[in-house]
Nanobody
Framework: VQLQASGGGLVQTGGSLRLSCVAS????????MGWFRQSPGREREFVAA????????YYGDFVKGRFTMSRDNAANAVYLQMNSLKPEDTAAYYC???????????????????WGQGTQVTVSS
């Protein structure tokens, strides 16, 4: 499956952005999906994940209610609504797809089988 992320940009502290990730070439509803982020000199960090139906979502501790992940299987897409953005949210954001069956270690980046190219989010202070 190919993943195309978009929606990044420059925003002021406290602002909002909505990231999108569109999949092609696979059966989208069969994939568990995640968002990760990475800033220069740092490890790629778990942001959010969602199960196949969209009924369960999981978030990194730093999110603290500011971000919401959703999916639309008819549109082959996942979204990340980010509110109350802070300068420390500045990073490249990546979507990822996982074919796992059974127990899902959604916070581990090596769990995921496919990655998009990343979209840059910059939050100015």
């Amino acid at each position: 499956v190919q993943l195309q992320a978009s929606g990044g940009g420059l925003v002021q502290t406290g602002g909002s952005l909505r990231l999108s990730c569109v999949a092609s070439g696979g059966i989208f509803s069969s994939y568990l999906m995640g968002w990760f982020r990475q800033s220069p000199g740092r490890e790629r960090e778990f942001v959010a994940a969602i199960n196949r139906s969209g009924g369960n979502t999981y978030y990194g501790d730093f999110v603290k209610g500011r971000f919401t992940m959703s999916r639309d299987n008819a549109a082959n897409a996942v979204y990340l609504q980010m509110n109350s953005l802070k300068p420390e949210d500045t990073a490249a954001y990546y979507c990822a797809a996982d074919r796992s069956i059974g127990k899902w270690d959604y916070q581990r980046k090596d769990t995921y089988d496919y990655w998009g190219q990343g979209t840059q989010v910059t939050v100015s202070s």
